[in-house]
């Protein structure tokens, strides 16, 4: 059974850093693409950013509100993925979530906190 487990979550201040990190385990999975999501106290869940699909494009996308200043990519393994975020503004504060497509389907990430501060 493939696990997914989302690290990298934090209290950070306003122009900090944080990397957060989706792992796949459970036998022989390989990621081929990932979407990023967040949820914002009292808002709906939005688009972050995406990479990959089922043809393993390596191309990302990004929400214009983190373009320049997140960034996408995954280990050699293809096992784990990773969202680097810089320059981190208030606004960013939520719950972000991985959502990654496997060769054994396509699962969720429990969720992490991401904290910025003024």
């Known amino acids: 059974q493939v696990q997914l487990v989302e690290s990298g979550g934090g209290l950070v201040q306003a122009g900090g850093s944080l990397r957060l990190s989706c792992a796949a385990s459970g036998g022989s999975v390989t990621i081929f693409g990932m979407v990023w999501y967040r949820q914002a106290p009292g808002k709906e869940r939005e688009f972050v950013a995406t990479?990959?699909?089922?043809?393993?494009?390596?191309?990302?996308e990004y929400a214009d509100s983190v373009k320049g200043r997140f960034t996408l990519s995954r280990d050699n393994a293809k096992t784990t993925v990773y969202l680097q975020m810089n320059s981190l503004k208030p606004e960013d504060t939520g719950v972000y979530y991985c959502y990654v497509q496997t060769n054994r389907g396509s699962y969720w990430g429990q969720g992490t906190q991401v904290t910025v501060s003024f």
């Open positions: 990479s990959g699909g089922s043809t393993d494009d390596s191309t990302s």
